[in-house]
């Protein structure tokens, strides 16, 4: 029983050796992902990442709430801005 397990083993390693290994690479089909094209729309979020541009955000906060931030500002505490 040993002895049919080396043989098939050796089989394998044979057929193996005697396949060349760009077989191989051509089986598997590889995707580079590719910019996008001209004649795609632009991505509405453009504008905000637009880093040659100065953005100004202006939040309003809660006095109180304003106050419990700057007292635990290590807590991970959600405040509601507008």
């Given at each position: 029983m040993l002895?049919?397990?080396?043989?098939?083993?050796?089989?394998?390693?044979?057929?193996a050796a005697a396949v060349p290994a760009a077989t191989f690479a051509q089986a598997v089909p590889i995707?580079?992902?590719?910019?996008?094209?001209?004649?795609?729309?632009?991505?509405?979020?453009?504008p905000f990442f637009d880093d040659t541009v100065l953005h100004d955000i202006k939040l309003t906060i809660n006095a109180k709430d304003w106050q419990s931030l700057k007292d635990h500002f290590l807590e991970n505490t959600p405040y509601p801005c507008y």
């Open positions: 002895r049919n397990r080396i043989h098939a083993f050796l089989a394998v390693l044979t057929l995707r580079v992902p590719t910019a996008p094209t001209a004649a795609s729309e632009p991505d509405p979020a453009d």
